[in-house]
Structures are given as structure tokens and as C-alpha cells.
């Protein structure tokens, strides 16, 4: 990916706890970005690799705190998607726990999968010393990339949007978030499809879900403006990808709950986190914490595998055999008595 930063007077004064953007100065008469020629890397590893048929390793939040946690990240999900049939990775958001300075580290370790990584900016991501939303971001962009962006791969367009405001300012004068797809990003959105055929499968990518179903009925737990992302998308083929709630989540399209205040226009994946709760609970055989989720599913990430502009996805529970995939229980009079 090309990547050119723009900030002529680099990043604002209040950007002082994590190193922000550098001065770049104006903008230079052209800007090019060179073109290599060489062999298809998934042909090297997967001979018979078809573009039409790929496959995604995703993860929800990763949400590391310290390096310990990224020690947990390595030994756990690094560890397990390494070396994995997939052409590429996406982190749902949140990939740091709001100590943005482990961003070197994190990126560092997560490049043991030896796969190309998305990163898509969450609300633990933010330079919590910003003052306005477009400056809300400047260590991620400074480590990473722009905070959205679109690629296509196959049959298949992926978008990552950037839904955390901050400051928001429904909460002032509290400084905390609220999701929404803000700035100019719709209108960008408008202009990129323009250039997506309409056979072609749309992928949105972004924290905070479209909707949710835990905590639905605050801010912080869906996108504000998703009425004009309905109506943007109409006509289209597509799903959503979402991190955030730390729970594993598929809502059809047509769906509604209260809250929502009108039917979900396509389908949506909340794909769990693979920190569960905050890397928290006791050990297990592995030495990683269990940390169940907050509706009680493991420590997890997911691998889609698409074909053409169709997909298919898969639960993976981490540290357990893929075969494993639901536990069902039944609220038996015994166990009532017994609790």
C-alpha cells in the first residue's frame, strides 16, 4: 500500500502523550508511488492459489495493555494463525489498549504471521489528548495508515471506516466517544463505489458495529448515522464486520430490535475478540488467560473463506481443536436446585 502523510504543521500542541505526526510541510508537485513487478506471493506458498477463492483470517479486538498481554497476543493468536492458508488478516479495532506507545511492539509480533494486516482504528486506539475528532488518530496514522481505506482482493471490495468520535460531543464536557461513520467519510464511501462493480461482494469493516445487541440502546454501541449508510449501500451485496462488544454476533438482514429503529439493510458479523475479556480469569494449560467473552464464548478470531463474491465463515475458538464450535446447556431443574 502507498501511503503519503499530509500534515503540513504536523500534529497539534495538546498531542503531547504519545508521539503524534511531524511536520511534512506542502504538499509536493506529485507524488508517486513505484510499482514492482514480482511473483504472486500466495502462487510461492499456494501454488494452485485461485484469487476467486481466498481466505481472511479476522479478529475482533486484541486490546493489549502491556507487554505482557502482547506476550499473551503472541502465544495465543499469533501463535495459532501463523503459517494458516489465509492471504491476509484484518483487526477489528481496539487493537491497543489505550497505551499507544506498545504500537512498535504490537506490530512487531503480529508481523510473525507473515501475512499482510489491516488495522481498523478503535475507540481503545485514540490519542486521548486530542481535542478535535481529526486529531483524534494521529499515532495510528503515524504507525499504521490513513483511518479509513478500501482494497479489493478477488471478487471482493473491502472498506474500513472509521467510526469512533472523539471527543464526542454529545457527552461534553466529559471527553469520551460515540460511534458514527463522521467527516467526510460517506461522501468518500460515494465516490469509492463508483468504481466497484455491482456484482462485486462490499466487506465494511469498522469498531463499533452498524448495530448491536449488547448495551444497543446507548451511543457508544452503534453507528449514529447508519440510515445513511442503508441508503448508500441500497441495491448492494454486502455484509459488515464489527468488533467492539467482545461477544460474537450474526444479524441477518431484516432484522430489528428496540433501539435499532428500523430493520439492519444487510447482513452483520460481530466477530468476537481475542483478548475475550480483557485478557482477564485464570490461566489455562497454556499459560494464557481464559477470559471468556461477555456472553460467554472463548477467547476467539474467525477465518472467512470467499469464493467469487460468496463467503462462508467460521468461529475459531482459540487454544481449542477448530471441531469445537458450540457447547449447549439445558436449565434443568437439578441445576436450578443446585444453584
Not at 501511503?3 to 502523550?17: R, Y
Request: hydrophobic letters at 35%; proline letters at 8%; aromatic letters at 12%.
Amino acid at each position: 500500500m502507498g501511503l503519503h502523510i499530509h500534515e503540513p504543521k504536523g500534529s497539534p500542541p495538546e498531542i503531547k502523550q504519545f508521539p503524534g505526526i511531524s511536520p511534512t510541510g506542502p504538499l509536493p508537485a506529485m507524488v508517486n508511488f513505484p510499482l514492482h513487478s514480482e511473483r504472486d506471493p500466495e502462487k510461492v506458498i499456494y501454488p494452485d492459489h485461485d484469487l476467486k477463492k481466498f481466505k481472511a483470517i479476522i479478529t475482533g479486538d486484541t486490546q493489549v495493555y502491556t507487554d505482557k498481554e502482547i506476550e499473551y497476543l503472541r502465544d495465543s493468536f499469533v501463535k495459532e494463525v501463523s503459517g494458516m492458508e489465509a492471504s491476509f488478516v484484518i483487526s477489528m479495532g481496539d487493537n491497543i489498549g489505550d497505551n499507544l506507545a506498545l504500537y512498535p511492539r504490537y506490530l512487531e509480533v503480529m508481523s510473525n504471521i507473515r501475512r499482510p494486516i489491516w488495522l481498523v482504528p478503535g475507540n481503545h486506539d485514540v490519542n486521548y489528548d486530542a481535542n478535535n475528532p481529526a486529531y483524534a488518530f494521529e499515532t495510528f496514522k503515524r504507525q499504521f495508515s490513513p483511518t479509513y481505506y478500501s482494497f479489493n482482493y478477488g471478487d471482493v471490495h473491502f472498506v474500513v471506516l472509521n467510526d469512533i468520535v472523539y471527543p464526542s460531543p454529545l457527552y461534553l464536557p466529559s471527553k469520551t466517544y460515540h460511534g458514527e461513520i463522521w467527516g467526510n467519510q460517506i461522501e468518500w464511501l460515494a465516490r469509492d463505489l463508483m468504481y466497484v462493480p455491482h456484482d462485486k461482494l462490499i466487506v465494511l469493516n469498522m469498531h463499533i458495529p452498524v448495530v448491536s445487541d449488547v448495551d444497543r440502546l446507548t451511543p457508544k454501541h452503534s453507528v449514529a448515522n447508519r440510515v445513511a449508510l442503508y441508503n448508500l449501500l441500497k441495491g448492494r451485496k454486502v455484509v459488515a464486520l464489527a468488533g467492539h462488544t467482545h461477544t460474537l454476533d450474526h444479524f441477518q438482514a431484516g432484522e430489528q430490535q428496540q433501539g435499532w429503529g428500523q430493520s439492519l439493510a444487510f447482513p452483520e458479523v460481530i466477530v468476537g475478540a481475542s483478548c475475550g475479556s480483557w485478557w482477564s480469569g485464570d490461566l489455562d494449560n497454556n499459560g494464557i488467560p481464559m477470559s471468556y467473552q461477555r456472553d460467554g464464548a472463548p477467547r476467539s478470531y474467525m477465518i472467512w473463506s470467499f469464493y467469487g463474491n460468496e463467503y462462508n465463515d467460521q468461529f475459531r475458538a482459540s487454544g481449542k481443536d477448530p471441531g469445537e464450535q458450540m457447547h449447549l446447556s439445558f436449565m434443568t431443574p437439578s441445576f436450578q436446585d443446585w444453584f
